[in-house]
């Protein structure tokens, strides 16, 4: 079956870094869209970044453009979240997603990871 991992959360402090990992497995990588998506307590999920499938396009939401970068390595089956600049408003679950479409509506995406915990703190 599909599985999406998520690893590289924690705590870090306002303005630190962290690099989130999410590895596939059980469909082919290469062609689907990934995006990250998170939900902050209290709140309802939100857009990260979606990049499509073979690496070439990118999009951001507003309140992490400029600070993250999504990527991806088709050859390792791994979509990665470059965290800098860190805000407290970006403590939250941040989940990976795959699907067809590098777009910023959760509904597109069929497979979900379980998600990992990011805290910043000042």
């Known amino acids: 079956q599909v599985q999406l991992v998520e690893s590289g959360g924690g705590s870090v402090q306002t303005g630190g870094s962290l690099r989130l990992s999410c590895t596939a497995s059980?469909?082919?990588?290469?062609?689907?869209?990934m995006g990250w998506f998170r939900r902050a307590p209290g709140k309802e999920r939100e857009f990260v970044a979606t990049?499509?499938?073979?690496?070439?396009?990118?999009y951001y939401s507003n309140s992490v453009k400029g600070r993250f970068t999504i990527s991806r390595d088709n050859a390792k089956n791994t979509v990665y979240l470059q965290m800098n600049s860190m805000r407290s408003e970006d403590t939250a679950v941040h989940y990976c997603?795959?699907?067809?479409?590098?777009?910023?509506?959760?509904?597109?995406?069929?497979?979900w990871g379980q998600g990992t915990q990011v805290t910043v703190s000042s």
């Open positions: 990049i499509n499938y073979s690496g070439s396009a990118t």
């Open positions: 059980g469909l082919t990588f290469s062609t689907n869209a």
């Open positions: 997603a795959a699907g067809p479409l590098w777009v910023e509506i959760a509904a597109e995406y069929n497979y």
